[in-house]
């Protein structure tokens, strides 16, 4: 005898669907009990905050007397009234104290009572040019040629003789040429010496050399005494060694 089936309760007709439900069921728990947490439990402390309810004071309020506010400005009319004068006042009259051109012309001065003096110049000329050169003691009564060799050797004798090397400049090892200008005035005089040298030293010590010159004889240009300026090298050197 065979059994006979109901096709409408056929089981493995649905079977794919309730896998499905049934899958997703089982994820479902997996998920949760993955996902499911615990916690350690420790021992938590209440203490009890007592909150005391704060006493406000009441301040009292005070009323100040204010003075009143000052009254609004009045403006003030003022009455201008004009009065004649009746007092005739008197100018006063100022007299001027310059004196005039006539008062203070008292003396009339001629042409004829002034002089006009003529002030000489000093005229300066150099060695070179002059007409006669300025004569050294020694060089009197020579040409005018030699004149002039015998005043040059004589500045080179003056030199030679009151030279001297002075220390500091030895001991720094200073050396070099010192340029001295000077000037022999109207009256013979040495005058207007100026330098320049290397270090203050020597152009100290060149000075003092020229300052020693005597007096001259002035040189002349046009028969008169003039200025004659006069330029002489002083060399500063030793020998190391």
């Known amino acids: 005898?065979?059994?006979?089936?109901?096709?409408?309760?056929?089981?493995?007709?649905?079977?794919?669907?309730?896998?499905?439900?049934?899958?997703?069921?089982?994820?479902?728990?997996?998920?949760?009990?993955?996902?499911?947490?615990?916690?350690?439990?420790?021992?938590?402390?209440a203490e009890l905050l007592e909150m005391e309810s704060e006493f406000e004071e009441e301040i009292p309020v005070v009323n100040i007397?204010?003075?009143?506010?000052?009254?609004?400005?009045?403006?003030?009319q003022e009455s201008i009234q004009i009065v004649d004068d009746i007092e005739e006042i008197e100018e006063t009259v100022i007299e001027s104290t310059e004196t005039s051109q006539e008062e203070a012309i008292?003396?009339?001065?001629?042409?004829?009572?002034?002089?006009?003096?003529e002030v000489e110049e000093e005229v300066e000329v150099a060695f070179a040019v002059i007409e006669n050169v300025p004569v050294f003691p020694?060089?009197?009564g020579l040409p005018?040629?030699?004149?002039?060799?015998?005043?040059?050797?004589?500045?080179?004798?003056?030199?030679?003789?009151?030279?001297?090397?002075?220390?500091?400049?030895?001991?720094?090892?200073?050396?070099?040429?010192?340029?001295v200008i000077f000037v022999i005035d109207s009256k013979g005089h040495i005058t207007g010496i100026k330098s320049r040298g290397p270090d203050k030293i020597l152009e100290e010590e060149a000075e003092?050399?020229?300052?020693?010159?005597?007096k001259m004889k002035p040189g002349t240009q046009r028969g008169k005494p003039v200025k004659v300026t006069y330029?002489?090298?002083?060399?500063?050197?030793?020998?190391?060694?």
């Not at 003092?208 to 005597?214: H, S």
């Not at 330029?231 to 060694?241: D, H, L, R, S, T």
Request: proline fraction near 9%; charge should be negative.
């Open 65 to 76: 007397n204010t003075p009143p506010p000052p009254p609004p400005s009045v403006a003030v």
């Open 106 to 117: 008292q003396d009339v001065v001629e042409v004829s009572d002034v002089r006009v003096e």
């Open 144 to 179: 005018k040629k030699k004149m002039k060799a015998c005043f040059q050797q004589k500045i080179q004798e003056h030199v030679v003789r009151n030279f001297e090397y002075p220390e500091p400049a030895l001991d720094m090892g200073i050396q070099g040429r010192v340029s």
């Open 231 to 241: 330029a002489v090298p002083i060399f500063f050197k030793y020998n190391e060694g």
């Open 208 to 214: 003092r050399i020229i300052g020693l010159l005597p």
């Open 1 to 45: 005898m065979e059994a006979k089936k109901n096709p409408e309760l056929e089981i493995s007709r649905n079977s794919s669907i309730y896998f499905a439900i049934g899958l997703n069921i089982m994820l479902l728990i997996s998920w949760q009990v993955l996902e499911y947490k615990t916690y350690e439990k420790e021992d938590i402390v």
């Open 138 to 140: 020694g060089c009197e």
